[in-house]
């Protein structure tokens, strides 16, 4: 069973530059979040994907954008990335009809973006 | 005030001693709730769902109380494979899950 993958693992770009990272959900999972994690700190939820249409955006500017496509992967486009950009990219899938308390996500290994 | 506030780390404790995490959250509405476990430079993974009634998973029992908005991990028998960043999840009404900062911890021989 294919968890979920991310790619690439490490990027590094320079501040104005853009990029996109890319997600493929847990076999069977339709859902995809995207967080950023920052050293030290928790991951922060930028936003999640269903149907191809973004479900709820956590705090972050219009600079992140994403993108669902029907076979369930993701895509997260940063714009004008800024030094503060530099961090952990996680994807997370989960089933739409899991209600809670059983809606637990499941996290991809990441992407590293260093922006110097 | 943080939406979710864990004990603050590091927790260092020698094999086999028994550790106990905190976590509190914000939100009174919050659905469901869980312990992830984030080893370093990797992505969290799913250590347990954390139900009202309390539950237990071999050595770790996670403990609800939504009254007072907490919510535990209790590690028993630490093992060396035990260290790794323990996180306390949240999800309030909606789809994102909130995480605490972590904490850390290390089991030393």
């Known amino acids: 069973d294919a968890g979920v993958t991310q790619s690439p693992t490490h990027l590094i770009k320079t501040r104005g530059q853009q990029v996109t990272l890319r997600c493929s959900p847990k076999?069977?999972?339709?859902?995809v979040s995207w967080y950023q994690q920052a050293l030290g700190q928790g991951p922060q939820f930028i936003f999640q994907?269903?149907?191809?249409?973004?479900?709820q955006r956590g705090n972050f500017p219009d600079r992140f954008s994403g993108h669902q496509f029907p076979n369930y992967s993701s895509e997260l486009n940063v714009n004008a990335l800024l030094l503060g950009d530099s961090a952990l990219y996680l994807c997370?899938?989960?089933?739409?009809?899991?209600?809670?308390?059983?809606?637990?996500?499941?996290f991809g290994p990441g992407t590293r973006l260093t922006v110097l | 005030r943080k939406e979710v506030e864990q004990d603050p780390g590091p927790f260092n404790v020698p094999e086999g001693a028994t550790v106990a995490f905190n976590c509190t959250y914000s939100?009174?509405?919050?659905?469901?709730f869980f312990w992830y476990r984030q080893d370093c430079r990797k992505e969290p993974k799913l250590l347990m769902s954390?139900?009202?009634s309390g539950n237990e998973d071999g050595r770790f029992t996670a403990q609800l109380n939504r009254a007072s908005q907490y919510i535990s991990l209790l590690i028993r028998d630490s093992k060396l494979s035990d260290s790794a960043t323990y996180l306390c999840?949240?999800?309030?009404?909606?789809?994102?899950?909130?995480f605490g900062k972590g904490t850390s911890l290390l089991v030393t021989p």
């Open positions: 994907y269903y149907e191809e249409e973004e479900r």
């Open positions: 076999s069977g999972h339709d859902t």
């Open positions: 999840v949240v999800n309030p009404p909606g789809y994102a899950l909130n």
């Open positions: 954390v139900y009202s």
């Open positions: 939100n009174s509405a919050s659905q469901s």
């Open positions: 997370a899938s989960s089933l739409v009809w899991r209600e809670a308390p059983y809606n637990e996500q499941f």
